[in-house]
């Protein structure tokens, strides 16, 4: 197979010490501080000099003059998860059922910076925002205190560097949620993609370039459940091991030959914090052999010959599914290159590590190729910028329940779905 040029760009994911004992305003801190620098300078473009930008605490009720105003979101739910409504059996309170879904037309979206905080209405859409987006609004203060917002500027994931165009097909194949405890149930799909893998590598005789990233939860692909028992069950950590073997026997065969990157998943025996840290080799000695090989973390970003290629395994999009209106994790995988973060409902609804010195999920440079992995069903866009950028949406689908796969042409961003469903018609 022709080499392609690779590198991995994941680094700012790798955790190298682990203190759980700092608090999570340092992140948040982070957030803002970055992205207000890179708000300001697209708000003086945007809207021009002559709209002042200010600090929360210069606002005056007075003051009829429009500005802009940099700040954190915070949307305020009461459907929210909350450890105050968890203990409420201490007040005589009734507890209230876990909810699936925590947005309501009632919420309210608050804009914070480092020293105050301010009710936002006007030209925003509450069901559309989620806690932790770093956004720059124009507007004026009114006299009950609210921020009047007349317009509303977000990052955009920055600049994209141009698509080279090199005359080849260059192949980028996505799949998600391989969920080998139940492969039982889908293994001659299995074997079929292993022999769509090796006749894919040639065209008309020419090695093709290829690269495969699995996006997580290839152990499992749900949680099982259960009623709740004091006994354990013998078999279930060996359901677990089986697959582990059983997958590294299908990875040795595809790394033998193709550029394979395995990400962990929600599912997966690796950490439950974002982001999820790679799996170590020894879980796949066999794969692990091959220098095709990698594990990776989640999220992961590369480069694949001078394409920028960005996802996750799903997490932070289903949490933004939970925290706002949107119905389709498309239109949340696309809100998040808009808000030029990936995952910022964490750490409010979605654990992950506690930061120190940096916020590694800011989209600080715009992908050609932005994916999200355990998805129900495949769909795509082709998403244009404010700024000209072009970013090829991808969801994958779980190949344990559509046994589909998505295949990503880098020379043009094309993309389409391939399904192995050996019992369909």
């Known amino acids: 197979m022709s080499a392609h040029k690779y590198e991995n760009l994941s680094q700012k994911f790798l955790v190298k010490s682990f203190d759980y004992q700092r608090q999570f305003f340092h992140l948040y801190s982070h957030r803002l501080t970055e992205m207000s620098a890179l708000l ?14 200010k600090k929360l605490c210069d606002l005056r009720e007075e003051d009829e003059e429009e500005c802009i105003i940099i700040g954190t979101i915070y949307k305020h739910q009461e459907h ?129 370039k290829m690269r495969v990233i699995i996006a997580g939860n290839s152990v499992k692909s749900s949680e099982e459940k259960r009623l709740p028992s004091l006994q354990s069950r013998p078999n279930e950590s060996k359901d677990v091991v089986d697959a582990m073997h059983a997958l590294d026997e299908w990875f040795a065969a595809w790394s033998s030959s193709i550029n394979l990157d395995v990400m962990p998943g929600a599912y997966d025996p690796a950490n439950f914090m974002m982001p999820q840290q790679p799996f170590h080799s020894c879980m796949f000695p066999k794969a692990a052999k091959h220098e095709n090989f990698q594990s990776v973390s989640n999220p992961y970003v590369c480069s694949v010959d001078d394409a920028l290629v960005m996802g996750t395994a799903g997490q932070n999009v289903n949490d933004m599914l939970r925290n706002t209106g949107l119905e389709k994790p498309l239109e949340a995988l696309r809100c998040t290159l808009k808000w030029g973060h990936l995952a910022p409902t964490a750490p409010d609804t979605l654990a992950c590590y506690p930061y120190l010195d940096c916020d590694p999920f800011v ?35 779980r190949f344990a329940e559509t046994q589909s796969i998505v295949v990503v042409n880098l020379e043009n961003l094309d993309c389409h779905e391939v399904c192995f469903d050996c019992n369909g018609e």
Request: hydrophobic content about 35%.
């Open 80 to 208: 929210k998860p909350s450890i105050l409504k968890e203990i409420s059996e201490e007040n005589q309170l009734a507890p209230q059922p876990a909810r699936q879904h925590y947005s309501d037309p009632e919420d309210k979206v608050i804009l914070e910076d480092e020293l105050q905080r301010v009710r936002l209405h006007g030209k925003v859409r509450c069901e559309e925002m989620a806690t932790g987006v770093v956004c720059a609004v124009m507007g004026l203060i009114e006299e009950d205190g609210r921020f009047d917002v007349q317009d509303i500027l977000f990052y955009e994931g920055g600049i994209q560097r141009p698509l080279p165009k090199k005359g080849k097909n260059r192949l980028l194949v996505l799949l998600s949620g391989l969920d080998q405890v139940n492969s039982h149930n889908f293994v001659d799909s299995l074997n079929l993609f292993q022999y769509w893998l090796r006749g894919s590598l040639l065209k008309a005789g020419e090695p093709r």
């Open 363 to 397: 989209i600080r440079d715009c992908p050609h190729v932005y994916f999200v992995g355990n998805c129900d069903e495949f769909s795509t866009q082709l998403h244009e910028g404010s700024q000209g950028q072009k970013t090829r949406l991808v969801c994958v689908p």
């Open 40 to 53: 300001a300078k697209r708000a003086e473009e945007h809207w021009g000099k002559s709209v002042p930008i």
